[in-house]
């Protein structure tokens, strides 16, 4: 079954600090690829998807993640994070064949942005 | 429009007791999912229901039962609820393919 990896559990930067989240899934194939977003106290919302085409994803607030199949990786990136940035973000895969549309979580990224 | 309810947002319960999650989109989605969201393990499918009418078991089916009860409602039922069961659960729904809307969460707590 698929899996997937988040590298980094809890992240500190300073604001207008890059951002780079890694996220790994185990294995090739035709993926979907999502990262989400959970701000405290609220409910998770979809940053940026990946279905196919250009594998520079832009999402939304600034986000954009890069699909390389090669490393199978999808990392979360943003140039000059913000106090409320601050969240946790969850990087997921559809799993097997996607009639289901079965999504399969990383563990999770707690970013804390320093203002 | 209200996109993904739950009820309730809070529950504590004694182990041995039973509930059920109440989860209920109005968006005309075919597919929902029960999630729980336990700390460092990410969010981890329960149970989904494909369409109207079928039900599968996910990754941590064990202790829950499900019920797809029409098209809008999927609700959870903990027979025998154990500490281990402490958790955040996540109902989400979309239609097959699409962006997965999720709801608020309830936060539930077996001592």
């Known amino acids: 079954a698929q899996s997937v990896s988040q590298h980094n559990h809890h992240v500190i930067l300073s604001e207008a600090a890059s951002l780079e989240l890694g996220c790994n899934y185990s294995?090739?194939?035709?993926?979907?690829l999502f990262w989400y977003v959970q701000y405290p106290g609220q409910h998770l919302q979809l940053l940026l998807k990946?279905?196919?085409?250009?594998?520079l994803v832009k999402g939304i607030k600034g986000f954009e993640a890069e699909f390389i199949k090669s490393k199978f990786s999808f990392n979360l990136r943003k140039p000059s994070v913000q106090w409320s940035d601050t969240a946790e973000y969850f990087c997921a895969v559809v799993d097997g064949s996607g009639n289901t549309g079965k999504l399969i979580f990383g563990q999770g990224t707690t970013l804390q942005v320093k203002p | 429009n209200a996109g993904v309810t739950q009820t309730p947002k809070f529950q504590v319960l004694k182990t041995g007791q039973s509930m059920t999650l109440q989860c209920a989109q109005d968006m005309n989605h075919n597919s929902m999912y029960w999630y729980r969201q336990d700390p460092g393990m990410g969010l981890r499918l329960i149970y989904y229901?494909?369409?109207?009418?079928?039900?599968d078991k996910g990754e941590v089916p064990n202790g829950y039962n499900v019920s797809r009860l029409n098209k809008r409602e999927f609700s959870l039922r903990l027979e025998s609820a154990a500490p281990s069961q402490t958790s955040v659960y996540f109902c989400?729904?979309?239609?097959?393919?699409?962006?997965?809307?999720f709801g608020p969460g309830t936060r539930l707590t077996v001592l």
């Open positions: 989400a729904s979309n239609f097959l393919g699409g962006k997965k809307f």
């Open positions: 294995y090739g194939g035709t993926v979907n």
């Open positions: 229901s494909a369409s109207e009418g079928t039900t």
């Open positions: 990946y279905f196919s085409g250009d594998p």
